[in-house]
């Protein structure tokens, strides 16, 4: 059976969900870690006392400061050209892990920071002891940190890449699309269980607190194999840069992990050490199985340096457009529909393309599933002059193999795919794939 109608609702900017689930995860986690550090310090088995908790809490604004910064100088850096003034362009699926791991990276300068100016100006406690306990309240958090990423997951903005599994959230235009954001908070319910009720808790101090992160890495590697990712994915290679970096941070918190137990006196360790690991493949078997489940038969899609599948479509105005007829000059095909946030984001600069020189009349743009009624509204609206052709029934997506909008592909003079870019161009590399499909450069 379908998900639920509500879910479409991710596949816009998401503002207000993103709000709301933010404000409940943050209350979530609040009641969560006062639950779990109380019942730490009542065991009588907790490596903190209240002075520490206290200690703590004052670097809480350095740490929230180092982390904020961090994570928006993390995906900064791979897009230098995004409108960073808007948060919800860089605070969700595209952007998560890179954010995520910016994050991780603030929370290490801003506690190391915070450390040394305390140890100076108010004689705190050595490095080492401070790591200790500040380690020891990381692991009590775990699952309160789990259950508050567990909600806030479900209020991430974007969608997911197109598919046809039953429980897919339905898109408009008759598409789906991978529920990425239930996804997400279903993985983290699951950390959240397996933390607490399998004790995978226990152990020398950081250890827990490294495997979680481990696992949560996982986990958001396995979430980008369905994310359509319209920041990072502009390149065709195996792995967007998020997931690169959820990579790393698996390796890195995975040795962590080890090194932590091994620093331990010696005994046996927590039950659930070889549940991380087995959740981990877990992850990975079942990216590849609805990698290839959900796919339709007819989708043949595209390569650079092969010919592109010929088809014919009706434009908006009326005359009917057949891609061979088209060889002699560069051609750009872009996937796009007047919902998708990315693609209206994209229209303007493809449209400013094809009204100069080589480009006029070159760049077509394939609306994916919508009547003409709504292209035709949305590109008055707009003031864009496009030349639109009308895939009504989506044949020409799938034929082309298309997952995620938009989705540009740049052909040569002979018909030939140069280059495929997923998620939005910039003017820079617009004009770079242009010139590498044999266009002369832009001016």
């Known amino acids: 059976m379908p998900l639920p109608p509500f879910l479409p609702l991710w596949g816009g900017v998401g503002t207000t969900s993103f709000a709301l689930a933010s ?29 520490d908790l206290s200690r703590l809490a004052l670097r809480g604004p350095v740490l ?73 309240v990381a692991d009590a958090l775990v699952v309160p940190a789990a259950l508050a990423l567990a909600v806030g997951w479900l209020g991430l903005p974007g969608y997911g890449t197109l598919t046809r599994l039953p429980w897919a959230a339905r898109l408009p235009g008759g598409l789906a699309a991978h529920p990425v954001q239930l996804y997400g908070a279903l993985g983290y319910a699951v ?9 995978l808790s226990a152990g020398p101090p950081g250890e827990a607190a490294f495997r979680f992160l481990a696992a949560s890495s996982a986990l958001r590697l396995f ?20 997931q690169w970096a959820d990579a790393a941070l698996l390796v890195a918190f995975g040795t962590l992990a080890l090194a932590a137990r091994r620093r331990a006196e010696p005994g046996p360790g927590p039950r659930g050490g070889r549940a991380v690991g087995a959740l981990v493949a877990g992850f990975l078997l079942a990216s590849a199985f609805l990698a290839f489940a959900g796919r339709g038969p007819q989708a043949v899609g595209v390569a650079p340096g092969f010919a592109a599948p010929d088809f014919s479509l009706t434009s908006l105005d009326g005359p009917t457009f057949r891609l061979v007829q088209a060889r002699g000059a560069p051609l750009v095909l872009d996937f796009w529909a007047s919902w998708c946030p990315p693609c209206r984001a994209e229209l303007p600069l493809l449209d400013a393309f094809a009204a100069q020189g080589e480009a006029e009349g070159r760049v077509l743009a394939v609306d994916v599933a919508e009547d003409p009624e709504t292209v035709r509204a949305f590109l008055e ?28 592909v740049f052909l040569d003079a002979r018909g030939v795919v140069s280059s495929v870019v997923v998620g939005p161009l910039t003017r820079e590399a617009l004009a770079r794939r242009w010139q590498e499909a044999g266009g002369s450069p832009s001016r």
């Open 381 to 408: 609206e707009e003031g864009l002059s496009l030349t639109v052709l009308l895939d009504r029934q989506g044949r020409v997506r799938e034929l082309y193999g298309v997952r995620a909008l938009p989705t540009t």
């Open 223 to 242: 979430i980008g194999f369905f994310a359509s990712d319209p920041l990072l994915t502009s390149e065709p290679v195996a792995l967007s840069a998020g």
């Open 191 to 199: 950390l959240a269980f397996l933390f607490r009720r399998v004790r």
């Open 64 to 136: 929230l400061s180092a982390a904020w910064c961090l994570s928006r100088g993390a995906a900064l850096l791979l897009h230098p050209d995004w409108d960073w003034s808007a948060p919800m362009t860089w605070i969700g699926l595209a952007t998560a892990s890179l954010s995520y791991a910016g994050a991780v990276a603030g929370l290490a300068a801003g506690w190391w920071l915070a450390s040394f100016a305390e140890r100076r100006l108010a004689g705190g406690p050595p490095l080492a002891a401070d790591l200790r306990t500040s380690l020891a």
């Open 23 to 51: 404000l409940a995860a943050a209350g979530l986690f609040w009641i969560a870690a006062r639950g779990a550090l109380r019942r730490a310090l009542r065991s009588g088995d907790a490596a903190f006392s209240r002075a």
